[in-house]
């Protein structure tokens, strides 16, 4: 473990502890595990596949270098130097206690030893632990290398000092920690989804409808709008000018009326079992468990990426999460990009779009305006470039998954205008294809051209100077049709 690089200890690799794997190990964290499952390995090695598909396109810039992942057959081996400890052993409390005395025989004893459970509060797995404080409650969301979401709960016996520890360090691997203020069993999402699970059961036991038609009357409406702004901010709109005061007293009598099943729990007879597992195969038998995942991470990649836009919700985590991630290390030519290709990038001849060939060069082009200091304060006070012409050549294909790397070269910065060479290359470094882009500096305030802030021409004209020398490249000034 090189002095720079943390580490984190996976204490059960199943569906979950396979993704908190993912989310450190991506973050360049080193991770080691310990699962005496022999199918530890490939089960995790299974849930990594689909992280390394889906978690890095929801980022505009490179991710760290994965760390260094390890499988041991000891505890003391796979606990030793690690700063947080995730257990993510089934939900049996006698079990979660055996382990984490394991744990902390072994674990440093400032190490944060988080536990995944779903139900049970803080206080009750620190009942009879050797260091009570150092054990907290971290429940995160399936899939957890994509969803922010961690309910961080503390009990009376946690410093704050660990609360704010934890919660800096979850933020580092891009994550929204939700710091639970008072320890509840099921937390605060597990109510909700029980709530609505119990009610779904009724609905479908009484015949009022399929799981299918359960999912559509989720997916297709309010679904949407909880995924950007949850239950009270949408409320507040259905209330309309009037707002939430209105709303509720428009709608809160009815929450007396005799609809509601949520206190009674259907018996789970082997008649109900049949009946929602019969459903379900009618609904999504035609395809694999892996198939539906990789689905269900492409859809929420796509999701997440427009939140990104508005800075909504999961996407606000992302573009927090983003402003960690160096800028790439300039070369001879300035690295203006540097990322993944995304599964949404790419279209029916299974590589990326021409689209985002141009999508990608325009990031190249605002990296490029930000080191000349056109960034958001320049902006902000009514300065900016506009792209008037692209000029794009498709050389190679690139796919999902590889890396991109843009370099821009200054072919002309004169008075109002900049004019750029960006060479796209993919996988083996092999160019792909090259963007000539000419700008003009605007005046955001009359939305004509103007010239460049001094500060702005100068750093400019820095590159030109130094890109003066460079050949004119290969493709620069070509137009449509030429031979
Ligand atoms: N599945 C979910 O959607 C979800 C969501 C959030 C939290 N959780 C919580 O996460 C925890 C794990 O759930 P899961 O769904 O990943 O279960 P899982 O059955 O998929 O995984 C449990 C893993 O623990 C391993 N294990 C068993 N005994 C062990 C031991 N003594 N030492 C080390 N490893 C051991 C098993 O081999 C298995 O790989 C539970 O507390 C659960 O409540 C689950």
Request: glycine share 8%.
């Amino acid at each position: 473990m090189s002095a720079a690089t943390k580490k984190a200890t996976i204490v059960g690799g199943g569906v979950i502890g396979g993704g908190w794997v993912a989310r450190f190990l991506l973050n360049g964290w080193d991770v080691s595990i310990f699962d005496p499952d022999p199918q530890a390995k490939r089960k995790v090695g299974e849930v990594l596949a689909n992280a390394r598909r889906s978690l890095p396109s929801l980022y505009d810039k490179a991710m760290p270098t994965e760390g260094k992942l390890t499988f041991h057959d000891t505890m003391a081996e796979a606990v030793a130097g690690a700063i947080w400890i995730q257990e993510s052993v089934p939900e049996r409390l006698d079990l979660k206690h055996k382990i984490h005395r394991q744990i902390q025989n072994h674990a440093p004893a400032d190490a944060i030893l988080g536990s995944s459970t779903s139900g049970f509060k803080p206080s009750e797995l620190q009942d009879g632990a050797l260091r009570p404080e150092q054990i907290v409650v971290a429940h995160p969301f399936n899939p957890v290398y994509l969803l922010p979401l961690v309910e961080f709960v503390p009990s009376a016996a946690t410093p704050a000092e660990v609360t704010q520890r934890a919660s800096d360090l979850l933020v580092s691997v891009g994550m929204k920690p939700l710091v639970v203020r008072k320890e509840i069993d099921a937390h605060i999402a597990d109510r909700l989804l029980e709530a609505v699970w119990r009610e779904g059961l009724w609905l479908i036991k009484d015949g009022i409808c399929t799981t299918e038609e359960l999912d559509d009357s989720i997916r297709y409406g309010f679904g949407l709008r909880w995924a950007q702004m949850g239950l009270f901010e949408t409320y507040r709109i259905a209330g309309g000018e009037a707002g939430m005061k209105h709303f509720m007293a428009q709608f809160g009598p009815a929450l007396e009326w005799p609809w509601t099943k949520l206190m009674d729990v259907p018996e789970f007879t082997d008649e109900l079992v049949d009946l929602i597992a019969n459903q379900s195969d009618t609904q999504s038998g035609h395809m694999s468990i892996r198939e539906l995942e990789q689905l269900r991470d492409d859809n929420l990649v796509g999701i997440m990426r427009a939140l990104k836009k508005s800075g909504s919700g999961a996407g606000g985590t992302i573009n927090t999460h983003e402003a960690t991630l160096p800028n790439p290390a300039p070369v001879d030519l300035p690295i203006t990009v540097h990322r993944q290709v995304p599964q949404s990038w790419t279209d029916y001849n299974g590589h990326m779009n021409e689209a985002n060939y141009l999508e990608a060069s325009a990031q190249a082009t605002d990296r490029f305006m930000e080191m000349i200091g056109c960034d958001a304060a320049y902006i902000a006070a009514g300065n900016s470039y506009f792209t008037v012409e692209n000029h794009v050549r498709f050389l190679d294909e690139v796919h999902e998954g590889d890396p991109l790397i843009i370099t821009t070269q200054v072919l002309q910065a004169e008075g109002k205008k900049m004019h750029l060479f960006h060479r796209l290359s993919g996988a083996d470094g092999k160019l792909a294809a090259t963007v000539e882009t000419l700008l003009l500096h605007m005046d955001l305030n009359v939305r004509g051209t103007s010239l460049p802030s001094d500060e702005v021409a100068r750093k400019l004209r820095d590159f030109a100077d130094g890109h003066a020398a460079l050949p004119i490249p290969e493709g620069a000034g070509r137009y449509v049709g030429q031979k």
